[in-house]
């Protein structure tokens, strides 16, 4: 923790070294590879700790303090996107019989499926991208992404629903073209 005494910009900058990766890092593997949202919020998130560095008491690391403030930052982007963006509902019916067969939480991710991940999330409408991220990459609850989106529980397992047919559908799509590719 830094004094009075301390050179702020100086100790600051130090700060900044060490956990720079670090942040960019975790908010890089929330905004599914983005790298333009990633250094915004990454910059937000280091402003946001200069401003608040003379109330760090210290009882957390500073690569936690800053992921909680990424964190937060993160949500507001989610907010702000999903605001932008409406996103219209289309024959559930469909949707909830692909839901059946596609389970994206036994998908086993390896390095090439990663990419395929990262390709899919990045086309999705921000809402099912997001609801994703928050529920299988933060390991949030329903009742969580609700508070965080503003909506009511149901409302998010019905787009939690949507998004997982469309990443499926996306990620077979794109599967599928890869291995025509290949066969040719």
């Keep these: ?20 990766e670090y942040i960019y890092g975790y908010i890089f593997a929330r905004t599914a590879g983005n790298r333009e949202l990633t250094e915004e919020i990454v910059q937000e998130t280091f402003a946001a700790a200069w401003s608040a560095i003379d109330r760090f008491n210290g009882k957390s690391t500073y690569a936690t303090w800053l992921c909680s403030i990424a964190k937060n930052k993160l949500r507001e982007s989610y907010r702000k996107t999903i605001y932008r963006e409406k996103l219209e509902l289309s ?9 059946d067969h596609f389970d994206l ?13 990262l390709e899919v999330l990045e086309s999705m409408n ?3 991208r997001y609801a ?3 529920k299988y990459i933060d390991g949030m609850s329903v009742k969580e992404i609700s508070k965080v989106l503003g909506k009511t529980s149901k409302a ?3 787009v939690l629903q949507r998004a997982k047919i469309t990443f499926a559908k996306g ?3 794109l599967e599928m073209k890869r291995n025509d590719e290949n066969n040719e």
Aim: aromatic residues 16%.
């Design 171 to 173: 990620y077979l799509s």
């Design 91 to 99: 024959d559930r019916d469909k949707l909830e019989e692909y839901a």
């Design 105 to 117: 939480e036994k998908m086993v991710i390896d390095n090439e499926t990663r990419l395929y991940v």
């Design 132 to 134: 994703l991220i928050m």
């Design 1 to 20: 923790m830094w004094s009075k005494k301390d050179n702020k910009k100086t100790y600051f900058t130090e700060i900044y070294t060490q956990n720079f």
């Design 156 to 158: 998010i397992d019905g």
């Design 126 to 128: 921000p809402l099912y």
